[in-house]
């Protein structure tokens, strides 16, 4: 049987690790044509063989890029069908606001928010023309939910990601164009490993409020990212889908 995103063309930012390496395997299983943009050359490139994809090294703050990565999907395959916009960065450097410096919070925006808005607006011609397109930004649980063990630049970046998903949700429908945030708990990640090899205490005070008692798998997320980017969702825009394990509906979580 043909798959879910068969002859589809799928743009996977941050496609080298932890969910987006999971959504590249997901979409490539389901028939997509995948190009994978990403810093990381040498995983890039090797990913792309396993995938029988492209890679495109892309930085995701830069404009140029950005576009130059749209426009090598459309020459090399046709059309751009999926835009699963997912790079971000988590340092340890964002932490309280109290302790935040202007730097940390600077960087931390340009990844995270400014280039889903770049990647937004250059995919946006290429599905409008078409009639058609499913753009999937990455955005968090936390844009919903406070936390006291607070990442401020992270958090604000990823409220700014879910804002700017429904507006584009709303303004593009009738082109044919869904946009949707993407809200992930907490995910077994690089990512999050790193931030909690260097903190055990604040890995424990977060897990404790995951009722299913675990962190998410990044394969977890890339069925539901694979769901926002099929005809399975095609009612679905401009709305924040949460994949969270029940951390954001929960007020105690079973002992």
Known sequence: MPGRLQDKVAVVTGGCSGIGLATVRR???????VIIADIDEQTGERVADEVHGRFVRTD???A??????????KSAYGSVDVAFNNAGISPPDDDSILTTGIEAWQ??????????YLCCKAVLPYMIEQKRGSIINT?????????ATSQISYTASKGGVLAMSRELGVQFARDGVRVN??????????LLKELFAADPERAARRLVHVPVGRFGEPEEIAN????????????????????DGGISGAYVTPL
Do not use: K
């Open 181 to 190: 945030a993407l809200c992930p708990g907490p995910v077994n990640t690089p």
């Open 60 to 62: 995701v703050t830069d």
């Open 139 to 147: 955005a968090s649980f936390v844009a919903i939910m406070g936390a």
């Open 27 to 33: 979409f490539a299983e389901e028939g997509a044509s």
């Open 107 to 116: 960087r931390v925006q340009h990844v995270n928010l400014t280039s889903v």
């Open 64 to 73: 140029e890029q950005v576009e130059a990565l749209f426009a090598t999907a």
């Open 224 to 243: 539901a990212v694979l769901f926002l980017a099929s005809d399975e969702s095609s009612f679905i825009t401009a709305t924040d889908f949460l994949v």
